[in-house]
């Protein structure tokens, strides 16, 4: 009996319980997260959508730790992380957590590669070879090239690059196709894929893309702070038809 438990804990890797998150903005009270619950199992790929405002950073954000929900509990592989102290809870990220920006958060000053290899210079496991994660992400002949030299979609593969470094439990991305052209897009997706297939990782992606999402396992589809969909993926045409009818829904 305690063998089979252990098994299933392992399994879910993300456990979102009646999230709620408030901010104000120009004087007025504005709720970002409304009672949202979500669990996530090893290995799964879920695309979060929903319009602008509808709660998409808000959810990613509380799920990885980067800002504490007003109520509601989180757990990442078993681990309540609303009440960790702020030192333990960025050891846990380095080790377990992968994080690709729309802003990249990369540092200008430092070259490809010092991006890349900063995750693991901070924490204490290894982690893939860079030479074929810089490879996998079409970087290869620029490992030694400052990121301020770069462009802004060479930019989100080294994003891409330092999230895959560790071979992290976790994938959390924002937009992570946003800056790049259609071809190295869909590239990216693939090795997120292959994250989540190959070595089991959960990926969670906030998109606006129909065709970005159309690769993920699961659809969370976020309305004014609430869940209004949660399904297997369905196609391209279905996400678009579902993004269309949260849309006329907003007042």
Avoid: W
């Avoid at 490879?135 to 090239?145: C, P, Q």
């Amino acid at each position: 009996m305690q063998a089979t438990q252990t098994t299933s804990q392992e399994a879910t890797t993300i456990v979102l319980k009646d999230l709620h998150r408030t901010f104000f903005e120009g004087g007025q009270r504005m709720v970002a997260l409304d009672g949202v619950s979500l669990k996530l199992q090893r290995g799964t790929f879920v695309a979060v959508m929903g319009a602008t405002g509808s709660g998409k950073s808000t959810l990613l954000n509380c799920a990885a730790g980067l800002e504490n929900p007003d109520t509601g509990a989180i757990s990442l592989l078993g681990q309540d992380i609303v009440h960790m102290s702020e030192r333990k809870l960025s050891h846990f990220r380095r080790k377990n957590v992968g994080f690709v920006f729309q802003s990249y958060n990369l540092l200008s000053e430092l070259t490809v590669e010092q991006n890349v290899l900063l995750p693991l210079r901070l924490g204490e496991s290894g982690g893939r070879n860079l030479a074929e994660v810089l490879d996998a992400v079409g970087l290869g002949e620029f490992a030694n090239r400052a990121v301020a030299g770069l462009s802004g979609g060479q930019r989100q593969r080294a994003a891409i690059a330092r999230a895959l470094i560790t071979k992290p439990a976790i994938i959390f991305a924002d937009e992570p196709t946003g800056a790049l052209d259609p071809t190295t897009g869909a590239h990216i997706l693939t090795l997120l894929r292959q994250a989540a297939d190959k070595d089991k990782c959960t990926v969670v992606m906030v998109t606006h893309d129909p065709k970005a999402a159309a690769i993920a396992d699961r659809l969370v589809l976020l309305h004014a702070g609430k869940i209004v969909d949660d399904r297997p993926m369905p196609d391209t045409g279905a996400i678009t038809q579902l993004l269309a009818q949260a849309s006329q829904g907003e007042d």
